[in-house]
């Protein structure tokens, strides 16, 4: 009797967890399907578009300089030609944000009245390393083109500065007091042209407005200049 009650409490004890198994079983399918069908979607996602790009431009444009104080005049706007690396990084596929570096090449020229009430030429060219930094919005692809815009913050280091003052016909290198650091607000509007897969050309009407003065606040002549820049960026990206 005791081994057929034995027996009995076995079977049942084995039923139970054949049950259970199985129950485990069930549930531990459930997840690594339900797991599967979230990988493939989100790399069905990403396979939609390329997260992000890299490329290079170059931006031919004009120096625009802006005057804000009383004893400077006449602004010289110049020819300007600058060259970068770009990276786009897309949180969706037409929303992201954009970066790299910029090699911005301004000069400009302004008069000023010294001390003496004597009027003098000054000739401004500096070279800047700008890191921007920025918001970018693109619409859906038009056969093979798309519209982007962006908005941002480009932060410069002064690279290389050079000021000279043209005084009774003569040309004088004076010491700068620039600031050596560069604010400046960045829009761009233009278009994508789809070369193959990922890579395209790009081209945009780029603005950096400088907004904060070139000099140091504590400059002894006090003058409040600001250096601007338009061009047509030019890019390829991959």
């Not at 990084?89 to 009430?117: H, Q």
């Amino acid at each position: 009797k005791n081994n057929n009650l034995f027996l009995i409490f076995f079977k049942c004890l084995k039923k139970n967890c054949n049950l259970v198994n199985s129950n485990q079983l069930k549930n531990m399918k459930k997840i690594i399907l339900t797991f599967i069908i979230i990988i493939s979607l989100y790399i069905n996602a990403f396979a939609q578009y390329k997260p992000f790009q890299f490329g290079l431009n170059i931006a031919p444009g004009v120096n625009i300089s802006k005057l804000n104080s009383d004893n400077v005049s006449n602004n010289l706007n110049t020819m300007s030609f600058n060259w970068g690396f770009k990276g786009n990084f897309y949180f969706v596929e037409n929303y992201g944000f954009s970066t790299g570096f910029n090699i911005l090449n301004i000069k400009s020229g302004y008069d000023y009245i010294n001390n003496d009430r004597e009027t003098i030429s000054r000739k401004i060219n500096n070279q800047y390393l700008e890191i921007p930094l920025s918001l970018m919005m693109r619409t859906e692809k038009i056969d093979r083109l798309r519209i982007f815009g962006n908005v941002g913050y480009g932060f410069g280091i002064c690279l290389n500065s050079k000021q000279e003052d043209l005084y009774k016909g003569k040309t004088i290198e004076t010491e700068n007091e620039f600031d050596y650091v560069r604010h400046g607000l960045i829009i761009k509007l233009g278009v994508e042209f789809n070369v193959y897969k990922s890579s395209c050309l790009t081209a945009a009407l780029a603005y950096n407005s400088n907004f904060a003065n070139i000099y140091k606040t504590d400059n002894t002549l006090e003058h409040d200049v600001f250096l601007n820049n338009l061009c047509l960026e030019i890019g390829f990206m991959f």
